[in-house]
């Protein structure tokens, strides 16, 4: 797997590598079962069933890490955040922020581009319940850490969506960025706020998920702070 993963060459080589990975046998169960069985709504679609690669632009300023991906979101559609009510909220955000075309996301192919931005996951596969095991995390790991050091040129904040994103950054630091992580490491919450040298901000954001932007945990205008903050730090227009 890092193998694998430190062979890219580029983002177009990681896309490609990541998408015909097997290496979580309860992961690789659940993607395929959920591609199967399908939710009612969507039994006339084809599922793409298989990691999730990143979305977004080469040179991104910006990283959104995300947790992983919706069984019926990012497992049906083949695009990260796209197809589901968490993906409806942060590219509705990413548009009124100016890092998005269009306000939606529902399909691969639906012609959305991002501006200075790139999103990602810390485990690619779709997990049951949305709670991968802290061995499929750090197995999925070689693929962040790979794609991070491809757009390293240019990242400059990263916003982690949630707790789980904010912890899998920490790994990051050491091994792209060669920082050993803070200790003891800083606590998430919306809002946080971790700056060091030699490796990019990152900021905390609560998780676009439905429990959160349903009860009002997350509302529209603090995802625009988040990202106001973001495009300062990051330089951005
Ligand atoms: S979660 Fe990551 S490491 Fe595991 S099978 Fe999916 S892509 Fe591979």
């Known amino acids: 797997m890092v193998v694998r993963a430190a062979r890219a060459t580029d983002l177009a080589d990681l896309d490609g590598a990541v998408s015909n990975c097997f290496a979580c046998p309860r992961l690789v169960s659940w993607r395929e079962e959920v591609a199967r069985t399908k939710r009612a709504a969507f039994r006339e679609q084809h599922y793409w069933g298989r990691p999730v690669p990143g979305f977004g632009t080469p040179d991104a300023r910006i990283g959104i890490l995300g947790l992983a991906p919706a069984a019926h979101g990012g497992n049906r559609t083949g695009r990260i955040f796209t197809g589901d009510r968490s993906g409806d909220v942060l590219f509705a955000a990413l548009h009124r922020a100016g890092l998005a075309n269009q306000p939606t996301s529902v399909a691969a192919d639906d012609g959305l581009t991002l501006?200075?931005?790139?999103?990602?996951?810390?485990?690619?596969?779709?997990?049951?319940?949305?709670?991968?095991?802290?061995?499929?995390?750090?197995t999925c790991a070689p693929w962040l850490h790979r794609e991070v050091g491809l757009i390293r040129p240019?990242?400059?904040?990263?916003?982690?969506?949630?707790?789980?994103?904010?912890?899998?950054?920490?790994?990051?630091?050491?091994?792209?960025?060669?920082?050993?992580?803070?200790?003891?490491?800083?606590?998430?919450?919306?809002?946080?706020?971790?700056?060091?040298?030699?490796?990019?901000?990152?900021?905390?954001?609560?998780h676009v998920s439905q429990q959160n932007t349903f009860t009002g945990r997350l509302t529209p205008l603090m995802l625009d702070d988040v990202f106001a903050r973001a495009k300062q730090l990051a330089g951005v227009d």
């Open 115 to 138: 501006r200075d931005t790139r999103i990602f996951a810390a485990v690619r596969c779709a997990p049951p319940d949305n709670k991968p095991t802290p061995v499929e995390r750090d």
């Open 154 to 206: 240019t990242l400059r904040v990263v916003v982690a969506l949630g707790a789980f994103a904010w912890a899998a950054w920490w790994p990051v630091l050491r091994d792209v960025y060669g920082v050993r992580p803070p200790s003891p490491r800083p606590v998430f919450g919306h809002g946080a706020h971790w700056s060091g040298t030699a490796a990019p901000e990152l900021l905390g954001c609560y």
